[in-house]
């Protein structure tokens, strides 16, 4: 037995495994009955931390050592978040906060989740892109003013003394406007076939894909730096060892201190995923309650997908890593996609719309790579030849079957 156990807190035993397994399994039983007769002022911490890990093993038939701590580390984020203070240690307050947890974990779902980790990486966003008026893009700015981005592909520059200069000829001095809220977030919202370049305060250059929108501060402040993103970009963070950088989005979050990635998560896709090209980032489960969320970290050339039907996390190398980030110099590169996976990001990049006859079947694996600089009637002359398809373009809805001998479609 550690004799060091007599200087711990009730904080310290719940995060240690030998004290976990006796209470759970009664592993050294007489080591630890022999501790406490010989230990008898440690008898009240003892008792304190006992009594939170037996309140959890009561809610499960089952619980593990790892499941414990994973527990006791949310309870200790979310005091954290209340308090913002010294923690005193009382049985109470512990009792309160893991009835709390629990209680998240029986009821389940998003509620408890919510209850749990008090979602401050939440954001709610004003508007969504595809109800962006006219396709146009937008600057929502943090006191509500909205601001439109006359290019399909807009710049947007953020300066250290918080002005904001779009597209090179027009300023916007956020020090000076009026209503002004620093805990506010400006935002970006790119409607389908259009996309945008954004530079952070901190230097850190976004690349915005179609039908994405973003959440940024006028100026970084505290101990991290956080946008909120929904859709697909392309980061080159400014690395700052001191104050990492967050990406969240509605299901996981990206933390970096500097770094080369891309992100799409598009809340119409069933798996979001993380790219790394440079550097190192570790992408956690959002979508989970605290002691089930999982983490990855990713080395370059590597791709974290997000399930989110079945909540996993799944790392691969991605050889071609660059072809994540073609979007952004105006290509689009895939090997071995699905047709359907193309196809929608085709209707994003172009704002159309595919239609299929009956039983067509969109899983067939293509690999190429289209202009996406060229007119969406070019670019499906070379997709026709790729995934052996024929088109017929009626506006902005493209009919699309399997090709068949004799006169095409189109």
Known sequence: MKKEYIQYTPEELIQDREFISWVLRGKNQPEWERFQEENHEFWSTLKKAREIVELLRDQHETISEDEILNIWNNIERFDDQQSRRTKQFTLGRMLRYAAILIFALLVGGTAGYFLINQKNDAYVFTNAPENATGNQSRLILSNGTTVDLTKEDSKIAMNADQKIVIDNNQVIDMSKTTDADESKMNEVVIPFGNKSQLVLPDGTKVWLNAGSRMAFPSKFSGKKREVFLEGEAYFEVTHNADVPFLVNTSDISIKVLGTKFNVSAYKT????????????????????????AKEAVLAPNQKASFNKENKSISVNNEADADFAIAWTEGWFKFSQQNLSSVLNKLQRYYNVQFEFDNGFSTSDMITGKLDLKESIEQTMVALEDVANIQYRINGDKIRIEKKLNGIKMR
Do not use: H, P
């Not at 979001?272 to 605290?290: F, M, N, P, R």
């Open 269 to 292: 896709d069933k798996v979001a995923e993380t790219v790394l090209l440079e550097g190192k980032v570790t992408v956690k489960d959002l979508s989970s309650i605290g002691f089930m």
